[in-house]
């Protein structure tokens, strides 16, 4: 039996475990380009997150959280399917660098990334899917970007929440990121147009004027008001804190006033961002003290990849890690991870455990008392959290984590893969098959390529690499006919 099915079998028994119990609610913020180093819980030396640092100390702290990509969609996808963005075939956002690369730009790249997958296909059973054959109402608010590019609107709507099993959703289209944080959310050159704004949101009465990221926020505790008689699985996947790098006005003046040049952190636009998404959780958070939901209800926060550093002003510092989002490297996977339960999770524990966003979907189910679709089951990658969350196990046995981003960023990646085993992480590089070789434990910015002195490890972690990407079934990247090298 291979591992993941052993994993899924283990935890399908632990299900009557799970349904014993009353269920709880369960909320998951999904912070888009939220850094490893972007909380105060997590040492930011600026950023002021006073609610989710009382979030963590209420729960558990990830260390070693990592994201499913390097990048939003394939991440998104991994949480709402438990598996590899690999095996899922969606590895890159959508739609991807390539895709609006003109020919004479393309001539630059030796490799061509495959024909993937982008959308999320309806023969995988969602996370939401999976808790409203529950019995959960489920709601999505903010970010979705799963949905084909396509001028046919009807095209697009096929994909949407609603029809990936969310009773509501609010703010959720093909967009990747709104023209403007600020209403209506849209660029200001474009008045007339629906592009790369944020559409499906409640009418203008009740938004205008809202700072996109205080809106969502609304929109969530107005569900959770609604729904306080019900169990209820809310996704705020935040648009906040990707570009454009908009803070609200005032708390852009607070931190203008703070930053100095000792500062590791010192955008005060994106400060502003930040603690805006910290101001969010803390309405949630207070909506569910005031309808007496707090013990009853499971919260996970986390992001979708690691911070931005590239283009003007790179808005954030993931240092001690090596680069950021869109990179081959720790500051592009690395972030931050809490998960609270009042009465389940220990209070204040900070947990070392490698996890990744592939854990959540059996690891929500689980503690839902949700047994979900057996036959997608069987290809969930993730493993539940649970047992380490309640502190039943030290650890959850697992050996390896895995990466395979097909494609070029201007973050930095070409086309890679990567392990983490232990405190080992190794990284190949397509385009020349070159290995990187790093101890995460005496290395976190992996600045000491090992590859030469432990060539045993290396080969050891490049076989176990190639076997998973045989198993996943991951696409490779093929060769540019389109090519010219610099001498051409």
């Known amino acids: 039996m291979s591992p993941p099915v052993l994993c899924v079998v283990m935890w399908l028994g632990m299900m009557t475990v799970g349904a014993a119990a009353e269920s709880p609610n369960v909320i998951i913020f999904l ?20 609610h989710i640092d ?5 729960g558990m702290r990830f260390t070693d959280a990592y994201s499913a990509c390097t990048v939003c969609s394939p991440t998104r996808a991994a949480l709402m399917t438990g598996q590899y963005p690999a095996r899922l075939h969606l590895t890159d956002w959508i739609n991807g660098m390539w895709e609006g690369l003109p020919s004479a730009q393309r001539k630059k790249y030796r490799l061509r990334p495959p024909n993937w997958t982008q959308h999320l296909e309806h023969r995988h059973t969602t996370l939401a899917e999976a808790l409203r054959q529950g019995g959960d109402k489920t709601a999505h608010i903010g970010k979705w970007h799963l949905t084909p590019r396509s001028n046919d609107a009807d095209v697009v709507a096929r994909f949407f929440p609603k029809r990936h099993g969310f009773d509501v959703t609010v703010a959720g289209n093909q ?21 790369a704004r944020v559409t499906n949101f409640p009418p203008s009465e009740s938004t205008r004027g809202k700072y996109l990221t205080e809106m ?33 006005r005032d708390l852009v003046k607070k931190y203008r006033a703070k930053i100095t040049p000792t500062h590791r952190h010192r955008n005060a636009e994106y400060a502003a961002m930040v603690e805006s998404v910290d101001r969010s959780v803390g309405a949630v958070v207070s909506a569910l003290d005031r309808l007496k939901l707090t013990d009853k209800t499971v919260i996970v926060f986390t992001s979708d990849n690691g911070g931005l550093i590239h283009g003007r002003n790179g808005p954030t510092d993931n240092r001690p890690l090596r680069a950021g989002k869109g990179s081959a490297y720790e500051g592009g996977v ?19 455990e490698p996890v990744i966003t592939c854990d959540l979907y059996p690891t929500v ?3 839902a ?14 493993v539940s959290l649970l047992p380490v969350l309640t502190r039943d196990r030290p650890s959850l046995g697992r050996s390896d984590l895995y990466w395979h981003y097909p494609h070029y960023h201007r973050g930095g990646a070409t086309p890679y893969s990567a392990i983490r085993s232990g405190a080992w992480r190794l990284v190949e590089f397509y385009e020349d098959r070159r290995l990187e070789l790093f101890h995460l434990g005496r290395d976190p910015g992996e600045r000491n390529n090992l590859a030469k002195t432990h060539s045993q490890k290396a080969g050891e972690l490049r076989e176990r690499l190639h076997q998973w990407r045989c198993r996943v079934s991951a696409q490779a990247p093929g060769v540019n006919s389109e090519f010219r090298g610099p001498s051409e």
């Open 31 to 50: 912070v888009d380009d939220l850094g490893w180093t972007d909380l105060g819980c997590y040492g930011s030396d600026l950023y002021q997150t006073p």
């Open 54 to 58: 009382r979030l963590a100390a209420s």
């Open 175 to 195: 967009w990747g990121a709104p023209g403007s944080y600020f209403w209506p959310y849209r660029r200001a050159r474009q008045k007339n147009s629906t592009v």
């Open 216 to 248: 969502l926020a609304e929109q969530a505790v107005g569900v959770i008001e609604r729904w306080k008689g019900e169990r209820f699985f809310l996704h705020l996947a935040h648009y906040a804190v990707h570009t454009p790098i908009q803070g609200r």
């Open 334 to 352: 690395r972030v931050p991870a809490i998960v609270s339960w009042p009465g389940r999770v220990p209070r204040n524990i900070t947990c070392h």
């Open 365 to 367: 189910l689980e503690m």
């Open 369 to 382: 008392g949700v047994p979900g679709d057996a036959e997608h089951n069987s290809r969930v990658d993730g």
